[in-house]
Each structure stands twice: as C-alpha cells, then as structure tokens.
C-alpha cells in the first residue's frame, strides 16, 4: 500500500520515540509539518519565536535526558538561524537531528528565492548531511541521521526539499535494531594494571572528573574514598556528586575554589575521568597523569598522559576499586577537606554581607531557599555562571550549561526544553541582562505552552564579564553597558507574571511568591556590578588588574597619558 513520503517518515521519528520537536514552520518545510500535525498526539511540535531557541533547547534536551533532540526550519534564513545552538550540541557532543526545508529538489541549484546551499552550511557541524534525494530515500536517510547522531553523539542534518514528504512512496518497514544503548566499551587490563601501579604509589591523587564519570557516581565515590583522593568536577558534571560531599572540591578554574586550584598545584597523580578539561594553566606542571576516556582522541589531548585507558569508566573503577585495599595515610584528603570547609566558611561569610545594592552572592541561596531537591537549573553564560558555579549548592538539580560553546542565550532555551523533558519539575533558569536579551521573546514560548519557569535574571546592566575580562588585562572598560530594562513589566506584557527587586530584604518574599506561582515568572533583580574573582589570584591576573585601577585613575584625573605608558611598561 502507498503513503505519501512524509507520513512514512513522521513514523521513523515516532519509532526512535522522539516526542517533540522544537522549530518554526514555513514554505519549504511545510509539507512535512502538515505530516506532523496528523501525528501531533504522539510527537508536540513546539513553535519556538527564533530558530537559534529551537536549535538550543534540542540540544540542551539531549544534554538533559540523553535522547537526540530535535529542532526543524525552513531552508534559507532558519537554517541560518539554527547554527549557534548546533554548535553547542556539536562541542558538548549531545545527539542532535535538524529537519531542514529548501526549495523543491528541481530548483536546487538554480539560485531560487532563500536558496542557500545547505549541504555547505551545515558541513562543519554535522556528523551527518544529506539533501533527501528521491521521496524513496527519505525514511531510510532519516534512520540513518538518527543512528549517526547516537552512534557519534553529534549533529545530524537531513535537508528536505520541499516537493518531497508529499510524494507517494510504497510502505517501509522501520529497522527495529535498538542502537541507543551501545554495548560498554572494556578498558584493557594491561592499561588498567599500568595505572593502577601509579594509583597506588601516589601519596597525594587527585582525581578530576567530567561528564564521563556521570553514569560511574558510586564507583566513583568508592575509589576516591579506596585511595584517599578528592574529586574536582569539571562545570559540567557539577552535580554528579553534591557539592557539601565531603569528597567534593568543587571546580576547577576562573570559576573554580581556591582549594581545587590548591589540590592541584601539589598534586603528585592527577586522574582525569571522562574530562576534556580546557584550560591547561589550571593542571598540574608535571605531574604524571592516568586518563580514562571512552575516546581514544581524548587522550593526552590537553595533558601530558602517562597512561590512557579508553573504555567505560565505571568498568575501569570497578575493576581498580576490586583491587585496592582501604589506603591507611589519609593527611592530603584531609588537608583538602579542610580546606574546603574553610572554602565554605569564606563563601557563607560573602553570601552574609547582605546590602543595598543587592550583592550578587546574597542572591543565589536565596533563591536555593525555594528551589526543589529534584529542579533543573538552566544557567546562562557570563559572571552569573560563576555565581552559580560557587554559591548554587548542588544536592541532587540537574544542572545545565553551554559548557564548551559557552553560548550567550543558553538559559531559557534549556529551561524551555527542561520543562518539556520533566514535566512537572521545578524548572529554574539563572541568566544575565546579556545573555537573556539575546533570546528574551522566547519567554513567550513559555507563556504559549504554559510552562511555569522560573527566569531569574542577574541584572547588573552590563556584559560584566567582558567588564572584567577587560579591567584584568589592564584595558579600561569599553563597549560593556547595557540599557536598564525593566523585565518584570516586560513578563507582564507577554502575559507572565513579573517581579523586580532592588531591596536585599525583599529577595526570599519575592523567590517564595515566584515558586507559588502557576505561570512563567521573571524576577528581575538589580545588583551590584561586582567582578567574580577567581579563587586563587594570579600574579598576571594582580599585574593587569593594577595596570587597569592605573590606567582608569590617570583618565579620571585627566593626566596625559604617553609618558605613563612607558613607565607603566616599565613597571610590568
Ligand atoms: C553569543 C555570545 N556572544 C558573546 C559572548 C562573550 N561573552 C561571554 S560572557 C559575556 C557577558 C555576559 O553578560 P550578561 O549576560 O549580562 O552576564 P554578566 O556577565 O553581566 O553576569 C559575553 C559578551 C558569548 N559567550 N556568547
Ligand atoms: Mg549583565
């Protein structure tokens, strides 16, 4: 029996149990949305206000749930659109698939009206891209794509000329193998026995941990408590263990805490599991390194490796902690845990200088006051990360990031697709000014679908964080304000509920009615712009911070510049 193309293959998206779809229809892929809309009780078509939302919450449905997200445009501009958030999906390596229109198969090629050649645009981003050829080909290549974006955790393109889904092909027979769960990958035991020798001569380990380490957390736990190690998690795997976890030194970095970077610089075994950890300054200088990782190009990528063991980490840890007895000298764990019971003493002493204007670290257990146990937490890019990073203290949240990309714009796509993904959890997103004006008609998303998000946004009426990068490179502030808009009567217009607050005294009120309330809420609150210095300074970071309170007094008091330049090259 014949059925039109696009029938067939809103099937295959139903057989790999995709339940929605985040996008905007238009000419060149309406033809297949029509197909949706038969199929809207078992796969939700969720409009979004701009393509790059769309992109965005697919790929943070996919960093939340481990299922592919998927998003959908028109060929042209959409497409265009989508890019940011697929690169996301692409650095965080989270199974994306793009349905994208173009102009029917016969006028490809022909410079037709918001012809773009597709197969160019997206090729630096896919893992797979492919323009649907023949009405036939089309549920075969959109099994393909779906495959390809589990099997290589990546982005997949199918692109699909307009004339297509309405064409009338014989029935398919959906491939029914299960691919989603791949088979664990065994480390081998000759690389297990060479880190272990390290493992076990190391009088001060420490063990950084990434998202790998995500599906290990008890084997994790056993072989730092086995070898006397503290885990440092890197911010996207915040929240694989609690933050007050007496193993848990927090993260490492310009986010990170002082005893992380601390642990780091006397550390005599690092153990990387499951990390890709970007910032090199931030390891170790020489010390020997054992790195377990499911991808053999991960290996000594950043670090010098002293052994690399590709395969599943809770296999590998099992098969360590199997072999470890309980290590009797203990003086570097407990040295870290002091440390970082002193770390939290310094961090509830900034959270308790309550003032007016509010303090960003007043803010956050505030609001952790009214956020559930099992909540997702969707944090925007900027100083607000740092906030969160630091004073956000994990118990058992979902925390959700552009980690890699560090995309501007992350928080409210990923609120969107966490509300989809739960529903009926607490769904909190964390953003700036910045980062929420980058997406901000999307709160109307939100209000369409009914979804009571939380948004709370960091209002400093400034990119701070470029503020302060700038201010520690020793440059004056340039090109960072922003216009103070009022968020609050902005929630009210799209049909939310808003609140603004200027007052530290009104903050838990205002987070306590938030909680209550049924609809998407903004509260827009107004801080102080304050720079989220790193937990441990460095020299550079000292020098070019003088250099900047130089420069900038200089300017305020009008004293010619050229010759303090040079003495000011001088002096650093
Ligand atoms: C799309 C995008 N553009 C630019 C940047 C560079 N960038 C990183 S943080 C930041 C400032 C963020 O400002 P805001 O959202 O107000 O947060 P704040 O730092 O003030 O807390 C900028 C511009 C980026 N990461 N992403
Ligand atoms: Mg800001």
Known sequence: MKHTAGKVAAEVLEHWDIKHIFGLPGDSINNFV?????????????????EEVGALAASSYSKLTGKIGVCLSIGGPGAIHLLNGLYDAKADRAPVLVLAGQV???????????????????????????RVSSPESFPSLLDQAIRKAYAEKGVSVLIIPDDIPMEQIEGYTPNLTETTSVS????????????????KEAKKPVILAGTGANKARDELVRFAEKIAAPIIFTLPAKGTLPDKHPYNLGQLGQIGTKPAYEAMEETDLLIMIGTSFPYRDFLPDKAPAVQIDLDPSQIGKRYPVTVGIVGDSSIALQKWNDQLPMKEQRTFLKECQENM???????????????SPIKPQEVIPKLQEVVDDDAILSVDVGNVTVWMARHFKITHQKFLISSWMATMGCGLPGAIAGSFAYPGRQVVTVCGDGGFTMVMHDFVTAVKYDMPIIVVIMNNQKIGMIKYEQEEQGHLEYGTDLENIDFAAFARACGGEGYRVSDHRELSDTFKKAAREKKPVIIDVIIEDQPPLPGKITYGQAAGYSKHIMKKFFKEHEIDMPPLRKALKRLF
């Open 34 to 50: 029509e197909h949706l809309r038969v199929q809207k009780e078992r796969i939700e078509f969720i409009q979004v206000r701009h």
């Open 104 to 130: 029917p198969t016969d006028k490809v090629g022909h410079d037709a009206f918001q012809e773009v050649h597709l197969e160019k645009l997206f090729e630096d981003v896919s893992v797979f891209n492919q």
């Open 184 to 199: 664990k990958q065994i480390p081998s035991d000759e690389d297990l026995d060479a880190g272990l020798k390290y493992i």
């Open 341 to 355: 019971v002193n770390w939290w003493r310094h961090i509830e002493k900034e959270e308790n200088q309550v003032s």
